[in-house]
């Protein structure tokens, strides 16, 4: 039984990352949601449980643990707010760009007020006129001396605008993922701009703009890898951040179940608990069957990912694409059993319906994750 369980660590973890969610992000995500307040501090408190830099180096602050470990904590977090979860995911993921791949130089500027989210960080990789095809992307950097010279924009970056630090894609040569670096790009450097915070049907816990760079000078001594290495540094972050934003749909998901089985206890019609119609039992029965499935998927490939398994990328996508599709799926059946009452910002399940519903298109659609196993499938 051991081999499909987790161990007392982990579930030390997991019980720390939820007594953090209940006492410091449940009772007040709805709040968060209608008046769409950033909590920064609640954001930070989690940064002093480690959870600002799950798998960056013990050397460089972090606390080191695995892909596993990673994703007990966001689901545990989601639970209350799938956008606050999502959002310390994304900094996880940077952080752990520069840490796995920034020199010491670049590490010693950044990581120490990373780790204490001292300063945040974003991931910009999608830009207005690359989303899936993102070896497509435009941001150009070329090459002046000591620096270089940035020019170009990213899109739907969460963040954006209150982060301090931007860990983005651009073009230094050829066409294609060939030709893309890694850079760390500061909020204050000359010619960062923001557009306006975008207007969304859910996540409204963080901000979401565009990012802009007009001429911005970088210095070299902040690329990640070398040059033409971008692409597969950007890549293999997104396995990561494929697998956490799969275990928010997970806790989101669970929460609503949750509420589901207290509410039709509860709640009577033709003179009886809804909970003793067998529809509704077998409803119940299939939002939890499906729940553990694709837990048990996402755990599997966090495992992979954690080991470097030669097929840690497939696994990842397919995680992703079976956790996002029935988290919503189980979202969406809590809000029938709920009736009215679930359409109602009186009720916590529309903000997870809103919240979960993007989880399908960010990290890569679920259409690309079903490219990227078909391919691997297919391959030689």
């Known amino acids: 039984m051991t081999q499909f369980d987790l161990t007392d660590e982990q579930r030390e973890i997991q019980e720390l990352a939820r007594r953090f969610t209940a006492d410091r992000i449940t009772p007040f995500a709805a709040e968060w949601d209608e008046k769409h307040i950033f909590p920064r501090d609640t954001i930070r408190e989690a940064a002093e449980l480690g959870f600002a830099a799950i798998y960056v180096s013990e050397e460089s602050g972090g606390i080191a643990l695995g892909r596993l470990e990673a994703a007990l904590i966001?689901?545990?977090?989601?639970?209350?707010?799938?956008s606050t979860s999502a959002f310390i995911s994304i900094h996880n993921m940077a952080s752990w760009m520069i840490d796995r791949f920034g020199?010491?130089?670049v590490k010693g500027r950044y990581l120490p007020d990373l780790v204490t989210m001292e300063r945040m960080a974003s991931y910009c990789l999608t830009e207005p006129g690359?989303?899936?095809?993102?070896?497509?992307?435009?941001?150009?950097?070329?090459?002046?001396?000591?620096?270089?010279?940035?020019?170009?924009?990213k899109q739907f970056i969460s963040g954006g605008g209150e982060n301090e630090v931007y860990v983005?894609?651009?073009?230094?040569?050829?066409?294609?993922?060939?030709?893309?670096?890694c850079l760390v790009i500061d909020k204050d450097m000359p010619g960062v701009s923001f557009g306006a915070n975008e207007r969304k049907l859910g996540w409204h816990a963080q901000?979401?703009?565009?990012?802009?760079f007009d001429h911005v000078r970088v210095p070299v001594a902040n690329r990640l890898g070398a040059e033409g290495e971008g692409f597969r540094i950007a890549m293999m972050g997104l396995d990561?951040?494929?697998l956490n934003i799969g275990a928010c749909s997970l806790g989101g998901a669970q929460r609503c179940l949750d509420e589901s089985v207290s509410y039709v206890k509860d709640r009577r019609q033709f003179g009886k608990a809804i909970a003793e119609f067998q529809n509704t039992q077998f409803t119940l029965a299939d939002m939890a069957t499906e729940l553990e499935a694709a837990r048990a998927l996402l755990y599997l490939a966090a495992a992979k990912v954690t080991a470097?398994?030669?097929d840690k990328t497939r696994f990842a996508a397919m995680a992703k694409r079976l956790a996002t599709d029935t988290g919503s799926s189980v979202v969406d059946r809590a809000l029938q059993l709920h009736g009215g009452?679930?359409?109602?910002?009186?009720?916590p399940i529309e903000r997870f319906w809103r919240d979960l519903r993007v989880h399908s298109i960010l990290e890569g659609t679920n259409q690309v994750m079903r490219m990227i196993v078909g391919r691997d499938l297919l391959k030689d």
């Open 74 to 82: 966001m689901e545990a977090m989601a639970y209350g707010c799938p």
């Open 103 to 105: 020199d010491a130089d």
């Open 130 to 153: 690359s989303g899936s095809d993102a070896a497509a992307l435009k941001t150009r950097a070329v090459r002046d001396g000591d620096h270089y010279v940035v020019s170009g924009s």
């Open 168 to 181: 983005t894609m651009v073009r230094t040569g050829e066409e294609g993922p060939k030709g893309i670096s």
């Open 207 to 212: 901000p979401t703009r565009q990012v802009m």
């Open 240 to 242: 990561g951040g494929r």
């Open 308 to 310: 470097g398994a030669p």
């Open 341 to 347: 009452y679930g359409y109602l910002m009186d009720y």
